[in-house]
């Protein structure tokens, strides 16, 4: 028997993940939040009077599939456009046939557009008149948030709706369901899939039906049937066919995951800040990124209160560029676990911005008279000069700062870890200048 054949498995050749694919929302898997007696949705599609929405979530979450479904719960018809192959012309002539249709015939036409955050400005606002008078019924479908990705004109004229990644007993129910359907699944091929087999395979997909469902198609076509033609897909069999855990990350979530890794690291919690980073590396991430970010927080987290974290996750990221992956991944938790435990502080940050802020408000300012440069200068010189602070044994009362802000503090230490020693030297050579040095 020829696995690979499909004439002979009797099967459709098109994708399982596709054929598979829900045509009634009675066969809709998952999304619970959404779907449910009496829901909106549920009411809205039932009643055939949904509008223009937008879908948002992982992959493999239903997306297409459930503007598939409202479509085919409507008497309207049904155009897909994929955001990244088409443009302002395949959107007009869209909706130029649509108005037709209406016109002519009475019937209402959706337009679903996959990957719709990759519309620019121009070409989403050539929907925008169809949107509002009714031409079409506009439904997008995309992996990003649209409240951050798409412009504001069309999410304002969207419902949107959030599906969520599937928990691992939604894939199973999918996996099952696709072992036993005889039409389009693998009913007539006599596959038997284990219970540790499909955990297995629910676990690696990462909530995302499609990879499951293509992780159990490979299985089911690469393995060999037994001696009485069953197709025995076990814990081994699963495993082979997903390799390891597939970390699918779309662009909000990527934010959201590094300001996990952030804000993880400025609250000292060392376990988070290794979860969401290696978390953030699995997932395709450069750990170049992770280092860059370490070293922004040694100077706005930590800052003074240990000076030598910044030197510390910098000669961390030198050594992982010298090393490389996977020894590297010692260096960068070395580094996470340095900055997490290191005490804090916000002040070298708070005085930056206290200066900048200074800065902006005093506008134009004079650089006192005897500090300005004597050899090259030529305004007046100051009647008092320069005192050099040497000769009073390192320090000595003198004002540094324009006339305006000449009694501006800027920096104001902490009592953590070594600012605590910053602090008691500032009030140190406060005392001894006000004495004329020591």
Not at 411 to 419: I, M, S, V
Request: hydrophobic share 40%; glycine share 8%; net charge neutral.
């Amino acid at each position: 028997m020829d696995l690979f054949d499909f004439s002979q498995n009797k099967v459709n050749p098109a994708p399982l993940a596709d054929r598979m694919r829900p045509k009634r929302l009675e066969e809709f898997i998952g999304q619970k939040h959404l779907i449910y007696p009496g829901s909106l949705l549920v009411r809205a599609i039932k009643a055939d009077k949904v509008g223009s929405c937008i879908f948002f979530g992982p992959p493999g979450t239903g997306k297409t599939t459930l503007a598939s479904i409202i479509a085919g719960a409507s008497n309207a018809s049904f155009v897909k456009l994929n955001a990244v192959s088409s443009g302002v012309a395949d959107a007009k002539k869209v909706i130029d046939d649509a108005k037709n249709r209406l016109k002519m015939y009475g019937k209402r036409t959706f337009l679903l557009l996959d990957e719709c955050h990759r519309w620019n400005k121009a070409q989403s606002d050539c929907v925008l008149a169809a949107i509002e008078d009714g031409s079409i019924i506009f439904i997008g479908s995309t992996t990003e948030n649209p409240n951050i990705s798409m412009t504001r004109a069309i999410v304002s004229r969207c419902r949107i709706f959030e599906l969520k990644a599937l928990t691992r007993e939604d894939i199973k129910e999918g996996l099952y369901r696709a072992v036993k359907d005889e039409v389009n699944g693998y009913g007539k091929l006599n596959v038997s899939l284990t219970d540790e087999a499909a955990s297995s395979i629910a676990w690696a997909a990462s909530g995302d039906l499609r990879n499951a469902l293509n992780g159990l198609e490979l299985a089911v076509l690469t393995t060999a049937p037994d001696e009485k033609g069953v197709i025995n897909i076990d814990l081994a069999a699963a495993r082979q066919s997903m390799q390891r855990k597939t970390a699918a990350m779309g662009e909000s979530m990527y934010y959201d995951m590094l300001s996990a890794f952030c804000k993880s690291l400025r609250g000292s919690d060392v376990s988070a800040a290794l979860y969401w980073g290696f978390k953030l590396v699995g997932s395709g991430l450069d750990p170049l990124i992770l280092f860059r970010r370490m070293i922004a927080h040694s100077s706005e987290d930590v800052g003074m209160a240990n000076p030598n974290c910044l030197l510390f996750v910098t000669q961390a990221m030198t050594a992982y560029e010298k090393i490389g992956m996977p020894e590297g991944e010692l260096t960068l938790a070395h580094a996470i676990i340095y900055v997490c435990t290191s005490p804090k502080s916000n002040k070298v940050y708070l005085a930056k911005e206290a200066a900048k802020r200074a800065v902006e408000e005093v506008g134009d300012d004079f650089v006192p008279l005897h500090l300005r440069n004597t050899d090259f200068s030529t305004m007046d010189k100051s009647d008092v000069p320069y005192i050099y602070p040497h000769d009073f044994g390192g320090y000595v009362k003198q004002q540094y700062l324009p006339d305006l802000v000449k009694d501006e503090e800027f920096y104001h230490p902490t009592e953590n870890g070594y600012e605590k020693q910053v602090k008691e030297f500032i009030e140190y050579v406060k005392r001894i200048t006000e004495k004329g040095g020591n």
